[in-house]
């Protein structure tokens, strides 16, 4: 099964930009494995920021974007508010085995 | 609106085996993958697996591989998530998720299952 990396933790101040990273064992992070972004916060479901790279979900804020970055997948945030401290958490999907990866998440001081 | 209800929190021994239930409402079930996703205490998020309701065709994890099935009854708009040989380390919380437009479109409050002798 192959590996998915990101971050284990960044710091940005209040307004400030910041991008979290997700790479793959299996070689550079293509528009094929379909990466996903999602926020976690303690005690709370799972929310998608981001799906197929770029894709905002209908409440994400516009603050945040997806991309390719380097040969990884990327999700920004642009003007970072308090209410952004969370893990992030990119999700990788490998077709050869129909098979998705998590990444190890992110968490995000503000 | 899609609304995505679980099946309440489980206590089970080790060796037994679990069945989680997701309902949903709002949207074209038959037609959606459902993904199951979970998370252990202090750990990151780990995906399980998908069901599309009305082929039957899932796709598992290969780490949970023999020990997972996944089905669903489309009268009942409800997926099952059936975990077998339970360790303490399926200790987690169990999210499903429907589809619209996206995979992960809508969240289930998740369902706690704690494997404890």
């Known amino acids: 099964q192959a590996v998915v990396t990101q971050e284990p933790s960044l710091t940005v101040s209040p307004g400030g930009t910041v991008t979290v990273t997700c790479g793959s064992s299996t070689g550079p992070v293509t528009i094929v494995n379909y990466p996903y972004w999602f926020q976690l916060r303690p005690g709370q479901a799972p929310r998608t920021l981001i799906s197929d790279t770029t894709k905002r979900h209908s409440t994400t804020p516009a603050r945040f974007s997806g991309s390719l970055l380097g040969g990884k997948a990327a999700l920004t945030l642009s003007g970072a508010q308090p209410e952004d401290e969370a893990e992030y958490y990119c999700l990788l999907f490998y077709g050869a085995d129909r098979n998705r990866v998590f990444g190890g998440g992110t968490r995000l001081t503000v | 609106q899609v609304q995505v209800v679980q099946s309440g929190a489980e206590l089970k021994k080790p060796g037994d085996s679990v069945k989680v239930s997701c309902k949903t409402s709002g949207n074209t079930f038959n037609g959606q993958y459902i993904q199951w996703v979970r998370q252990a205490p202090g750990r990151g998020l780990e995906w399980l697996g998908r069901?599309?309701?009305?082929?039957?065709?899932?796709d598992y994890t290969q780490t949970l591989q023999g020990r997972l099935t996944m089905t669903a009854d489309t009268s009942i708009s409800t997926a099952f998530m059936e975990l077998g040989s339970l360790t303490f380390d399926d200790t987690a919380t169990y999210y499903c998720a429907a589809r619209t437009t996206g995979d992960f479109d809508f969240w289930g409050p998740g369902t706690l299952l704690t494997v404890s002798s």
């Open positions: 069901i599309h309701p009305t082929r039957g065709d899932a």
